[in-house]
C-alpha cells in the first residue's frame, strides 16, 4: 500500500515538473497591449508630443494683429532632434493664420513694423527613452515601458520697442508599454533618437539556466526513484 502511495506522489510531482517545464520553454507569447495599428513608432510620439506642446504655447500667446509676422529664433536646442519641433512649428503656426519667418542667426536684421515681432524660444528637453525591459511573471514575455519628454520655454517680444509681452513655458510628457516584439517596428535606424538604448535586466539570464537544470535534475532522480521502487 506504501508503495502504490509513492508511486502515485512520484507520478504527481513528475506531471507537475513537466508541465513547469513546458511552461518554462514555451512562454507566453510576446503580442502587445491592443492592436498594432495602436502602437506609434517612436518618431510620431515626439511628433505628437511636440505638437501639444506647440499648441498649448501659441493658446496662450496674446493674439496677433491682422498682417502679422512673427520671426522664430532658437536660443537653445537638444541636436539633430530639433527639426521634429521645427517642422510642428510651422504647421502650427500656419494653422493659427500667423505668418512667420526663420532668423537664421542671433542679431539677425528683421523688419520693423507694427505688427512685428520675434519669438525667441529654447528647448530644455526633448526625447524618448526605454525606462524599464521586464517579462511579466518572470516567465513571461518581455514588456517594454516608454518613456518621452518635451520641455519648452519661450517669449515673445515686440521687434520694434523690444519689450517683452509674453513669456510662457509648457512640459509635456508620454508613457506606454509595449511588447518587446515591438520594438524593431517603432525603432527608426536612421535617427539615433528614435532608437533608445536597450537596457536589459541580465539576472534572469542566469537564473533561468538554473531553473531548467533543477527541473531535469529532479525529473532523473524522481525517474529513477521510481524504479528502484518497482
Known sequence: MEILRSHKMIRRVTGFLCLFFFVLVHPASSTPLGTDEMVLPNYEVLEELSGEAMLELISNMPRF???????????????????????????????????IARLEAEGSEVEEGRHSFRLSYQIIRM???????????????????????????????????????????????????????????????EYAFATPERKELRLSKLIEPLVVGGVVIGLVFLFFSNQSNE
Do not use: C
Open 127 to 189: 526625447s524618448l527613452g526605454y525606462s524599464k525591459i521586464y517579462r511579466r511573471y518572470w516567465l513571461g514575455s518581455k514588456r517594454v515601458e516608454r518613456e518621452a519628454q518635451v520641455d519648452l520655454f519661450a517669449q515673445l517680444a515686440e521687434t520694434g520697442s523690444g519689450e517683452i509681452i509674453w513669456v510662457g513655458d509648457t512640459q509635456k510628457r508620454y508613457e506606454d508599454e509595449i511588447s518587446y516584439s515591438m520594438l524593431e517596428k517603432v525603432e527608426d535606424p
Open 65 to 99: 494683429p491682422e498682417g502679422s509676422i512673427v520671426y522664430l529664433e532658437k536660443k537653445k536646442g537638444i541636436g539633430e532632434i530639433d527639426f521634429i519641433l521645427e517642422n510642428v512649428m510651422l504647421v502650427a503656426f500656419k494653422d493659427a493664420g500667423v505668418k
